[in-house]
């Protein structure tokens, strides 16, 4: 007891802030998302479940559920295909750059994903990058539609979440045994064998939980859907922001809030019952 | 390995030219002298780094998210340290449990984040305001400060501190003359990347700001949803430089600070 007494002074400022700033905000979230909105605003004190009913009864918002799954899902597989070799080559070479490579790779974390946005916005608009070459060697009459859809947000998303996804990888890679690898290859078999046979079922655990965090960022990541969907790709996040900030329906919006979170839980679900299946 | 085949090795430099292409797109665009980005560049110069110092908005939205960063990052620091040393020198019960909570935030979407902080600040009056952004920022600084700073007191022996206190130092004493130096290293890490989770924050931001207070981050972002030029390529330099060189200055002062605890 006195020791509790002893770490409640230090604990204060931060229990304080967590409190207001986490607890307090989530709990009346989900109080909200109970409640009825009579438009404009305005909120109605109620215990329904009108939000709720509302998403999973309107097509236009199952799509929007059935969209983000399949972007964040589609988005995690590129960037696990785009990771792997990297993560691969970081691991295991002895070049004398291999520091500074693994800096480089990891840097673009440090960079604001706005920033990030709007350079594949220049590369990838009408008057981009892109179009720009190709028009240039004059293979397009009209410009490729390769922004504000859905092809535009996954070239950005996986971009995005490349770092954290090689991160992951090759944290997976530092716990394989390297000799593993050389025992198969002494014992004749041929290199695509060795990493289909060896290095990827060793390094499992490392494409799991990359995975399921890309899949976890991408699905409730805003700033990419917003600015290379251009307002044409509906995703939870978006919409979440809309219903709060323009259709002033809060109520919705924590509704879907909750939503998001469900299929967090899903994802987390599906993710450790992978790792049994793997770990054993 | 040397026996890389190079089919791989063509394959690795174009993932990372894929991984670094926007920065190296957005970092040639910005020594363009068009009205607007388009490819090729007609001309070249550097009228989007004039253009970006003359923009009013820019100016005031960098203010602002300067001295929302350093409030965050004095805040969260005082509040993490704290944390971290009661967590890790007071084993009480429900501590891991507190833990968790502390670290949640991180677990849960922004977006999430932010429309909580809505609801409950519009009824607080804290919308638009300073101190409604800084508590926002908190929340996704704190976790971290804690987190750093923990790792940092558990890396410290505790016969240290023992030792001064049985040749007679009271525990205030020890913390500040024993405990926080050895925290020194963890402390400036956490600082670091509370300053620019802080100073880079989007999505949080975009619920909490009002037309008389807007941080960088979110005059970008309403920029550039409607037209892409030199100035924003030139901010973005700017940006990109401004975090290199914090990380170079904790690279540094991490090795001054080991160098003067050897």
């Known amino acids: ?280 | 390995m040397d026996d890389l085949s190079t089919a791989f090795r063509i394959a690795v430099v174009l993932l990372f030219a894929f991984l670094l292409a926007p920065l190296v797109v957005v970092l040639l665009t910005s020594f363009s002298n068009d009205e607007f980005l388009a490819f090729p560049p007609h001309h070249w110069g550097l009228g989007g780094y004039r253009a970006l110092v003359g923009n009013a908005a820019f100016r005031a939205g960098l203010g602002t998210s300067l001295v929302l960063a350093a409030t965050v990052t004095a805040i969260s620091l005082v509040c993490g340290a704290g944390a971290a040393y009661a967590l890790a020198r007071f084993s009480f019960p429900g501590s891991g449990f507190l833990l968790a909570i502390f670290t949640a935030p991180l677990l849960l979407p922004a977006i999430i984040l932010g429309l909580g902080l809505l609801l409950v600040f519009a009824r607080l009056g804290l919308l638009a305001t300073m101190p409604g952004l800084v508590i926002g920022h908190s929340l996704v600084t704190l976790p971290y400060a804690i987190r750093i700073n923990l790792t940092a007191i558990r890396g410290i022996a505790p016969a240290l501190e023992e030792a001064a206190a049985t040749l007679g130092a009271g525990p205030v004493r020890v913390f500040f003359r024993v405990t926080l130096p050895l925290m020194l290293p963890g402390i400036v890490a956490a600082a670091a990347l509370a300053f620019l989770a802080s100073f880079d924050e989007v999505v949080i931001s975009l619920f909490l700001v009002g037309p008389r207070l807007t941080t960088l981050p979110i005059e970008i972002f309403h920029y550039i949803e409607y037209r892409a030029d030199p100035q924003v390529s030139a901010l973005s330099v700017a940006l990109i430089l401004l975090t290199a060189l914090l990380v170079v200055i904790v690279e540094r002062s991490l090795g001054v600070l080991r160098a003067l605890a050897r």
């Open chain 1, 1 to 280: 007891m006195k020791r509790a007494v002893a770490a409640a002074g230090p604990l204060a400022p931060a229990a304080l802030l967590t409190a207001i700033a986490f607890v307090l905000p989530l709990a009346w979230l989900l109080r909200l998302s109970l409640d009825r909105s009579s438009g404009g605003g305005m909120l109605v004190d109620a215990v329904t479940a009108a939000n709720y009913l509302r998403f999973l009864g309107d097509g236009f918002y199952l799509g929007v559920l059935w969209r983000s799954t399949w972007m964040a899902a589609l988005a995690s597989a590129l960037t696990l295909l785009l990771s792997y070799p990297l993560a691969l080559f970081l691991a295991r070479t002895r070049s004398r750059w291999r520091g500074f490579l693994a800096v480089l790779t990891i840097a673009p974390l440090l960079v604001s994903s706005v920033v990030r946005t709007f350079g594949w916005m220049v590369i990838l608009g009408d008057q981009g990058w892109v179009n720009g070459l190709l028009r240039l060697v004059s293979l397009t009459a009209a410009p490729l539609r390769l922004m504000n859809n859905m092809l535009g947000v996954l070239i950005g998303l996986t971009e995005v979440m490349m770092p954290v996804m090689t991160l992951a990888l090759i944290a997976g890679f530092a716990r394989l045994d390297p000799t593993l690898e050389e025992a198969a290859r002494s014992l004749g078999a041929p290199p695509r064998k060795v990493l289909l046979r060896v290095t990827l079922p060793l390094s499992m655990p490392g494409v799991l939980l990359g995975s399921l965090v890309t899949f976890v960022l991408s699905i409730s990541s805003f700033v990419t859907p917003k600015l290379l969907g251009g307002g044409r790709v509906a995703v939870l996040a978006t919409s979440i922001y809309e219903e709060a900030l323009e259709t002033l329906n809060w109520p919705f919006a924590a509704a879907i809030s909750v939503v998001l979170v469900a299929v967090f839980g899903v994802a987390l679900m599906l993710y450790e019952r992978a790792m049994r299946r793997w770990m054993i």
